[in-house]
């Protein structure tokens, strides 16, 4: 029962993924401010983060998992830089 429960369970997780990434995309272009659109941002990350990992467990392959691992990270060091440019106006202080 678990063999067949998988798959289907991962394309719905696939399909609710790439619905949550488009209402981010949405709201990334129509932000109505700075802290709306880089909230979108992360969250655009963090959702494709989790669909490669859902594709990592689907095609059963770990290059997937070092690949969202390299997303994360640059996801939260752009999160960084862009809460700090809101904030202070600049990334890198003199």
Do not use: H, Q, W
């Not at 070092?66 to 700090?84: H, N, R, T, Y």
């Amino acid at each position: 029962m678990t063999l067949t429960l998988l798959p289907s369970a991962l394309s719905f997780a696939s399909i609710a993924l790439v619905l949550a990434m488009a209402c981010a995309a949405i709201r990334l272009l129509r932000g109505p401010s700075a802290e709306d659109r880089v909230l979108a941002l992360d969250t655009l990350y963090i959702n494709s983060m989790i669909l490669v990992l859902v594709l990592g467990i689907r095609f059963d392959s770990r290059i997937y998992f070092d690949i969202a691992l390299l997303i994360a990270l640059f996801g939260f060091v752009g999160s960084a830089a862009m809460a700090k440019f809101l904030l202070r106006g600049e990334v890198i202080e003199p």
